[in-house]
Structure formats: structure tokens, C-alpha cells
């Protein structure tokens, strides 16, 4: 039977992937704690954090290298961290119990799901997408997380003046986004239209960023206000 809620495309593919030990144990001892599913349904995201605090969503959050470094300077925001590969949460919770953070929560499932499901309309502060899998090859440029459809979807959860962040060393869908942002009724390049931002202070250097700079790759940044 047709599913009209089925996907058909998703922008990664589950890796079997190693799982260490002290991932698999962060997993079973804290996901519970920190975790939300998509299927507790969209609520107000002060309430999951218990606080009225602005509100940062990262997609794609790797083993959150990102959110860990901003929730810890910036005990004053909530940071939502969403990822699907199950390592990579493993090594966000790890974080979260050695820093004692109070201020971030992690989902472990597709974020077009998670903004479908679970995040209400203009709830968010803050967008970070850093290096989404740049699936290079042309028949696989449709698995590419950000089109336009992901991005209407992502403006609507986004408070007016709300800032959207990307980075990527790939450069051919740096242009595609940039084309793709800048040609989106609600987005305003910040840098310009048609420009590249300077890349921001703040952002980490994460692993995935380091291979790309021993591989000769250029990064690309993007910063966007919602109209
Ligand atoms: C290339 S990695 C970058 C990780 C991290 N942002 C960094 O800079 O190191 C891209 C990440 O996006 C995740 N991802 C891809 N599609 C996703 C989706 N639809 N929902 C959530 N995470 C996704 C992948 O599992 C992967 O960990």
C-alpha cells in the first residue's frame, strides 16, 4: 500500500559502522535523559528545556563537536543536536555527561522527520548545518539534504530575524545552496546575494573539516537571516 508519508529519498544511508564500547554504553545510560523522539510530537521547545532560552537547532551534528563546544559557552541557550548515525550520539552524550551540560537534547532520526514531527512553527533561534554529506555524484545529487522543499520547511521553524548557518568543502553544492537560499522568498544572504560569508569565529574545526583540509578542500560559509 502507498504510503503518502514515505520519504522516498533520504540524504544518508545507515552505516553498519563500529560501535565502541563506551558509545554503546552513553547510548544505553543516557539516551534516555537526553533523548527525544520525533514520535513526542511537536511541542513547545521551552517546555522540553524547562526554560524560556533561545533556541539552537544543529542537523547532522556528527558526534557534536559544535553543539558541545556552544552549549558550554553559552550556558544561556538550548541547543537541539540532530543525527542519525548512532556513534555519533553515543560520543554527543558522552560530552553532555562529562561537561555536565544542562542545555542540550539529542534526537537520533532524519531532521526532515524531526522539523515535520516534532519542532513547531517559528520556534527556532539559530540553524547550524555544518558539512551535510556532500554526495557527489550527479544521480545522487537528489539524496542532497538541502533543496528547496527542506528549506521552506526550515524557514517556517524559524523565529523572524532567526539566523541559518551552513559550511561545506564541497564546492559544487556550495553554489547549489547558495543559489538555492538565495532564491528562497523568506532567506536573506547576509553576506550579500550571490556571496560566500567569512567563515565564523566560532565555528570548530571538526574532524570531518580537518580530512577536508589534508584533502586540498576549499570551505565554503553561508549565513542567513530570515526575513
Ligand atoms: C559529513 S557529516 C558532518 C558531521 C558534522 N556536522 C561535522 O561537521 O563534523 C554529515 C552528518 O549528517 C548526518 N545526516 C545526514 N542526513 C541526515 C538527516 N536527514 N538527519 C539527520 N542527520 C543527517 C550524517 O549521519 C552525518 O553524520
Known amino acids: 500500500m502507498h504510503d503518502r508519508n514515505h520519504r522516498q529519498v533520504r540524504s544518508y544511508v545507515l552505516r553498519q559502522g563500529r560501535i565502541t564500547p563506551a558509545q554503546r ?3 544505553d545510560d543516557h539516551l534516555q535523559t537526553y533523548g527525544l523522539t520525533h514520535d513526542d ?17 544543529e542537523i547532522g551534528a556528527g558526534a557534536g563537536e559544535f553543539t558541545l563546544q556552544a552549549a558550554s559557552r553559552h550556558p544561556e541557550n538550548d541547543y537541539l543536536a540532530v543525527e542519525v548515525h548512532k556513534p555519533g550520539i553515543g560520543s554527543l552524550l558522552q560530552g553532555i555527561v ?11 532520526q532524519d531532521v526532515v522527520e524531526v522539523l515535520t514531527h516534532l519542532v513547531p512553527a517559528a520556534s527556532l533561534d ?15 545529487h537528489k539524496r542532497r ?10 524557514a517556517n521553524r524559524m523565529k523572524s530575524h532567526a539566523r541559518l548557518y551552513v559550511a561545506t568543502d564541497c564546492e559544487d553544492m556550495a553554489v547549489e545552496i547558495l543559489s538555492l537560499c538565495d532564491g528562497q522568498p523568506g532567506l536573506q ?34 549565513v542567513y537571516g530570515l526575513r
Open 145 to 154: 539534504l538541502i533543496n528547496s522543499g527542506f528549506l521552506t520547511l526550515l
Open 98 to 108: 562529562a561537561r555536565r551540560l544542562a542545555n542540550i537534547r539529542v534526537v537520533n
Open 25 to 27: 554504553k552513553a547510548l
Open 41 to 57: 510530537h511537536p511541542c513547545d521547545p521551552n517546555h522540553i528545556f524547562g526554560r524560556t532560552a533561545p533556541k539552537v537547532l
Open 189 to 222: 544572504n547576509l553576506a550579500g546575494r550571490g556571496r560566500f560569508a567569512p567563515r565564523p569565529v566560532w565555528r570548530p574545526l571538526t574532524r570531518f573539516e580537518q580530512r577536508g583540509r589534508r584533502l586540498g578542500h576549499t570551505v565554503f560559509d553561508l
Open 126 to 140: 539559530q540553524v547550524m548545518i555544518f558539512f551535510p554529506d556532500p554526495w557527489p555524484k550527479r544521480r545522487h
